[in-house]
């Protein structure tokens, strides 16, 4: 017996969907489209009544959030007509900006790019527009307008799968039209490494992974360092007391890459010839990644990992640094996410985890902020002691990477336009260093 009911304005129950989907797989189809994977020619598209649809909550799209949602009610159900609104929430707070846009959108063209669906309803292939469509039929009134026709967004066109797929099938196909084409490549950045671990656990190979992502992944090797990086933002979230709290790790993803470029080498026992001093790789390297840690939940800019390192590569400096550091540290910490919870009850994960990082940032963003710009000015100072001719050296060296980066890479139109502005402003200081010593 099921334990939800179908609620007015909410997906039917799976099994009701499943009933009505075969139904609807009797009919006459109104086009066919290629499903990757599917050997046996163009899938049949039929157009499906809203109501008979749901999402897929661990859509690779907002993993994150669904994963955040679980601490608080559990495994996520497109049958739960309380889960179905906490889905439909975020995913209309995804793009929120663009919202009003794709509604116009489908009310002028239509739908333009079918769908994929499970035999049960479930969407594989466009949740977002999904939720879209039912935004339009619950405010018919605000958007049925003179010289507007709203005929035909009360059904989704999409493919129906057959019942043969297996939940590996299911993610190859998820994966494909979330990050396999070069025109779906709008993503969260952290969802990506979500995903590629989901992967994993679920038997991929790291081929398989590389070809579902395959539009954003340039080699397999991208893979194996997209795993390490989700290894370390797993070790945050276990610092900061925050398990599977997967939004506390938005718009930080540059900073765990930035980390993992710099300690992977010395993890693995490489970098000890290029004169690093002698740490303990079972103390220090922690060490490291504990004062990372707080930078990075203090809000440290991403660029400036690389200045934090180098104070970790000069022993003497690191010693001094990461004392001061604990001092600063040993001053106040903030309350376990359970007791702000209990503080903040009206609140959900996610929001009780940013006012929680906010209060750390209160607390402790003047201390942290400070020593990092005194290490940062040593790090000048120390640099404005090279010879004239070392200087040029590197400006020299610094042109010559950025041409074998040029000739490897294709230009964004706005990286193409900040270089050229770039190049004019050095070709003009070469210009008057050179009179300056004439």
Known sequence: MNEYKSQEGFPKLRFIRKQELQKIKN?????????????????????IPLEFLSYNPYNTRFIAEAKTLEKEYGVLNDENPEHVKLIEEFLWDYKKDKNEYTITSLIKEGQLEPGVVTPDGVIIAGNRRFRLLNEIQRNRSEYDKPGVNLEGLQYFEAVILDNNLSPKEIIQYESFYQYGTDEKVDYNPIEKY?????????????????????????????????LDVYKLMQDYLSYIGEPDVYTALNEKEEAFLNINKNLSPLQKGVGRSKGMWAFNPDIDIPNFKMVAFNYIRNGLGTHEFRSL?????????????FKKFK???????????????????????????????????????????????????????????EMPIDVLNKSLNGL???????????????????????????????????????
């Open 400 to 438: 010559i990477k950025f041409k074998e980066i040029i000739s490897e890479n294709k230009l964004t139109d706005e990286v193409r336009e900040q270089a050229l502005e770039l190049l004019l402003k050095i070709q003009e200081k070469s210009g008057q260093l050179k009179q300056n010593i004439d």
């Open 194 to 226: 979500i995903a590629a671990h989901d992967q994993m656990k679920r038997g991929f190979s790291i081929k398989e992974i590389y070809d579902n992502f395959r539009a954003i992944t340039e080699n397999e090797k991208e893979i194996l360092i997209r």
């Open 309 to 321: 390192f180098e104070v970790f590569k000069n022993e003497e400096r690191w010693k001094d640094f």
């Open 27 to 47: 009919t006459k189809e109104i086009s066919t489209m290629k499903i990757p994977g599917v050997k046996t020619g163009p899938q049949k598209v039929y157009r």
């Open 327 to 385: 001092e600063e540290i040993k001053n106040g910490s903030v309350n376990s996410l359970e007791e702000y919870k209990e503080k903040y009850k009206k609140e959900g994960t996610m929001e009780v985890s940013e006012i929680r990082k906010r209060d750390f940032m209160e607390m402790h963003k003047k201390g942290l902020d400070r020593l990092f710009n005194i290490e940062k000015a040593f790090q000048i100072n120390q640099e404005n002691k």
